[in-house]
C-alpha cells in the first residue's frame, strides 16, 4: 500500500507527464488500489485522474 507522499508524488509525476501512456498501467493500477478505486472500472483516463484527485485529497 503507498502512503500518502508515495500517492502525491505518483499523482504528480503523471499530471506532468505529456502522454497518459507514458506512465505504466501497474502504476496505476497500484495508485487506484492504494485509494480504494478499481483502476479497471475507467475507461476514461481523464476521468480516472479526476477520481484519483478526488480520492487523494478525502485520505488527507
Known sequence: ???????????????????WSDIEPEEYEKLCESL??????????DMLFSAIVEAQAKSE
Not at 1 to 19: C, G, H
Not at 36 to 45: A, F, V
Open 1 to 19: 500500500m503507498m502512503n500518502y507522499t508515495e500517492r502525491a508524488d505518483l499523482i504528480k509525476k503523471i499530471d506532468e507527464s505529456a502522454n
Open 36 to 45: 480504494g478505486l478499481n483502476y479497471h472500472d475507467y475507461d476514461d483516463p
